[in-house]
């Protein structure tokens, strides 16, 4: 398919790694020049997986800019999701793990980024098999956890306490299974899972969630799965969603169940632009955009979003126009983050043991 050109210039940078990179995140800067980011690593050579801060340092000297690590923590369990909250003075990390363990970091950037546990929950019957995914709620108080076991856990804690409490607020016993989650306020949170499905939960009214988006609209694709889900802060009403077979799409909850389809399935009612054909791992609203004033887009209209995907495309995609190709790799492009502080900068992690730092300008 045609993909649309950058108007601004674009630079890429990429720093080989010696191991494979699960997850990768931006952290809060401490000033202005400093950026930091947590990468989840796994050495296959020793089936050892770790979390490292590194500084970023753009190193105006230099055609590329450098990681200079900072601090390592080392898990138990291969990493399965990585959160940040990017609210607190010393940034929180949630990492979730394949042996269905939960556990909450803490690093002090303006002490060389040292790196302690705060925090972990790993007794029998928080999760049974992998936690699939967690969110941060901004604020670093609470965790929200979901497998593919049905479980949706609710984690809360106290900076100073070396224990996680949680609750259960939903088993389904296998019935369905939860592979996304994102908080919308601090009582909402949207989940995703199989057949291309969302559900909306809202902690003010218990036992399951308050309204679901079935996923029997993609021309019979429903085996699809919901990889990732975002939710922009200023329009809470309508989640953006990535998942199987190229698929992104929108839910506004206030139109049921008509999906805003921006690539991939569609309804069958007109052909949808095809971006990838392959797994979508992660989508992000695009808060970099080339309008001037992103107040004047309309609240119907979809803003702009990011995606990377299983056969190595970076693009942005804005509902109505063609994709923005970033990047285009050899290899799958399994994680991403656009900075808050400076959306022009975003890192994304390439499975050839590779991070990818990209500037736009």
Same mark, same amino acid.
């Given at each position: 398919?045609?993909?649309?050109?950058?108007?601004?210039?674009?630079?890429?940078?990429?720093?080989?790694?010696?191991?494979?990179?699960?997850?990768?995140?931006?952290?809060?800067?401490?000033?202005?020049?400093?950026?930091?980011?947590?990468?989840?690593?796994?050495?296959?050579?020793?089936?050892?997986?770790?979390?490292?801060?590194?500084?970023?340092?753009?190193?105006?000297?230099?055609?590329?800019?450098?990681?200079?690590?900072?601090?390592?923590?080392?898990?138990?369990?291969?990493?399965?999701?990585?959160?940040?909250?990017?609210?607190?003075?010393?940034?929180?990390?949630?990492?979730?793990?394949?042996?269905?363990?939960?556990?909450?970091?803490?690093?002090?950037?303006?002490?060389?980024?040292?790196?302690?546990?705060?925090?972990?929950?790993?007794?029998? $019957?928080?999760? %049974? =098999?992998? /936690?699939? !995914?967690? +969110?941060? &709620?901004?604020?670093?108080?609470?965790? #929200?956890?979901? *497998?593919?076991?049905?479980?949706?856990?609710?984690?809360?804690?106290?900076?100073?306490?070396?224990?996680?409490?949680?609750?259960?607020?939903?088993?389904?016993?296998?019935?369905?299974?939860?592979?996304?989650?994102?908080?919308?306020?601090?009582?909402?949170?949207?989940?995703?899972?199989?057949?291309?499905?969302?559900?909306?939960?809202?902690?003010?009214?218990?036992?399951?969630?308050?309204?679901?988006?079935?996923?029997?609209?993609?021309?019979?694709?429903?085996?699809?799965?919901?990889?990732?889900?975002?939710?922009?802060?200023?329009?809470?009403?309508?989640?953006?969603? $990535?998942?199987? %077979? =190229?698929? /992104?799409? !929108?839910? +506004?909850? &206030?139109?049921?169940?008509?999906?805003? #389809?921006?690539? *991939?399935?569609?309804?069958?009612?007109?052909?949808?632009?095809?971006?990838?054909?392959?797994?979508?791992?992660?989508?992000?609203?695009?808060?970099?955009?080339?309008?001037?004033?992103?107040?004047?887009?309309?609240?119907?209209?979809?803003?702009?979003?990011?995606?990377?995907?299983?056969?190595?495309?970076?693009?942005?995609?804005?509902?109505?126009?063609?994709?923005?190709?970033?990047?285009?790799?050899?290899?799958?492009?399994?994680?991403?983050?656009?900075?808050?502080?400076?959306?022009?900068?975003?890192?994304?992690?390439?499975?050839?043991?590779?991070?990818?730092?990209?500037?736009?300008?």
């Amino acid at each position: 398919m045609a993909f649309a050109e950058s108007q601004n210039p674009l630079r890429v940078y990429r720093i080989p790694q010696s191991r494979y990179i699960d997850a990768v995140r931006w952290l809060s800067p401490v000033s202005p020049s400093d950026r930091f980011a947590a990468i989840a690593y796994f050495d296959a050579d020793t089936n050892s997986p770790s979390i490292e801060i590194a500084y970023v340092d753009p190193n105006p000297q230099s055609s590329s800019p450098t990681l200079t690590p900072q601090s390592s923590w080392t898990s138990p369990s291969r990493i399965s999701s990585l959160r940040t909250a990017h609210s607190t003075p010393q940034p929180l990390l949630a990492a979730a793990t394949f042996s269905g363990s939960l556990h909450i970091l803490a690093s002090d950037l303006i002490n060389g980024g040292v790196m302690e546990s705060e925090a972990t929950v790993s007794q029998l $019957g928080f999760h %049974s =098999g992998p /936690v699939s !995914a967690v +969110d941060l &709620r901004e604020g670093g108080t609470e965790c #929200v956890s979901v *497998g593919e076991d049905g479980r949706v856990n609710l984690v809360s804690f106290v900076g100073d306490s070396s224990k996680l409490n949680y609750r259960r607020i939903f088993d389904s016993n296998g019935l369905v299974g939860y592979t996304a989650v994102k908080w919308a306020s601090p009582s909402e949170f949207a989940t995703g899972g199989y057949g291309f499905g969302i559900q909306w939960w809202d902690q003010r009214t218990p036992g399951g969630p308050v309204l679901q988006f079935k996923g029997n609209w993609c021309q019979g694709k429903t085996s699809g799965i919901v990889h990732s889900i975002d939710i922009h802060p200023s329009r809470k009403h309508t989640c953006l969603a $990535g998942g199987s %077979s =190229g698929t /992104v799409f !929108a839910w +506004d909850r &206030r139109a049921a169940q008509q999906p805003i #389809v921006l690539s *991939g399935a569609g309804t069958g009612e007109a052909p949808n632009s095809l971006l990838s054909e392959s797994e979508v791992w992660e989508v992000q609203y695009d808060r970099y955009t080339r309008r001037s004033n992103i107040g004047n887009i309309s609240s119907t209209r979809i803003l702009p979003v990011m995606i990377c995907s299983e056969d190595g495309i970076l693009a942005v995609i804005e509902q109505g126009e063609e994709p923005l190709e970033l990047l285009a790799e050899p290899c799958a492009i399994n994680s991403f983050d656009i900075d808050r502080q400076n959306p022009s900068n975003v890192i994304c992690s390439l499975e050839w043991e590779s991070l990818a730092i990209l500037t736009r300008s």
